[in-house]
């Protein structure tokens, strides 16, 4: 697949202040200056398509056509095994009109009542549109487990119930370059840098792993 050049400036399609923190460390390699929606001032996007995909689109496709400028979007959320993927596309509305993602916790857990499958799956799909009405979408997941009660108070949204396969900490209390290394958002960054730079990726992908390893010498 062959894509436009990203230029040296795009906007991170997103009203989410977590979010645009973890997607400008993936970005920091890459010496592109970020501006998020929220910073230019663009209105919110309802999300109203039925995907992960479509809903990332539509923002991305918002923000480019906003400011003229190529736009990253990122559509994601917790899909609960036991609760048939809920709440998957609703993550967000789930927390309410205050974002207080305390009772979102506690509406999964409560939903989860005494069922013995814990496990769920973060989804992430991050979509770039460009102002020529090209788009490009990438998708990441990370598998784990919930945990009650949340733990930890690093991360934002559904972070504190959630531990990866495999790991011992939960996301809340995971140091963040560690969660970048692995979580749903950073599997998806992956496939977008290797769509946009395969060559040049390839070693900004070592300089990110060289960086995260030097932080976590035992990895
Ligand atoms: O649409 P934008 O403006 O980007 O911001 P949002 O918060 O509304 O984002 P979404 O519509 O994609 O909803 C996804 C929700 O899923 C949750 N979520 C997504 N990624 C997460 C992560 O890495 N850790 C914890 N929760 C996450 C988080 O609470 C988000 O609010
Ligand atoms: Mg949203």
């Not at 995907?51 to 923002?59: D, Q, R, S």
């Not at 974002?99 to 499958?117: I, R």
């Amino acid at each position: 697949m062959s894509l436009p050049p990203l230029g040296d400036k795009i906007v991170i399609a997103s009203h989410n202040n977590g979010k645009v923190g973890e997607i400008g460390a993936l970005l920091a390699p890459w010496g592109i200056m970020v501006r998020s929606a929220a910073q230019l001032g663009l209105v919110e996007p309802e999300e109203t398509a039925s995907t992960f995909a479509g809903n990332a689109e539509l923002k991305a496709r918002a923000a480019a056509r906003a400011t003229g400028l190529p736009a990253l979007a990122d559509d994601s959320g917790l899909a609960v095994t036991a609760l048939g993927g809920n709440p998957g596309i609703y993550s967000a509305r789930w927390a309410g009109p205050e974002k207080d993602f305390g009772l979102a916790m506690e509406k999964v857990n409560a939903a989860l009542g005494k069922s013995s499958d814990r496990s769920a799956v973060f989804i992430c799909v991050l979509c770039l549109a460009w102002p020529d009405g090209n788009t490009a979408c990438f998708e990441g997941r990370v598998a784990g487990n919930l945990v009650w009660p949340p733990r930890g108070k690093r991360g934002f949204g559904y972070d504190p119930m959630f531990v990866p396969k495999g790991h011992e900490l939960s996301f809340g209390e995971m140091e963040p370059a560690r969660k970048h290394a692995m979580s749903h958002r950073a599997q998806a960054f992956s496939k977008l840098v290797a769509a946009i730079a395969p060559n040049g990726g390839k070693a900004k992908r070592e300089e990110t792993d060289d960086a995260i390893r030097r932080t976590h010498p035992e990895r």
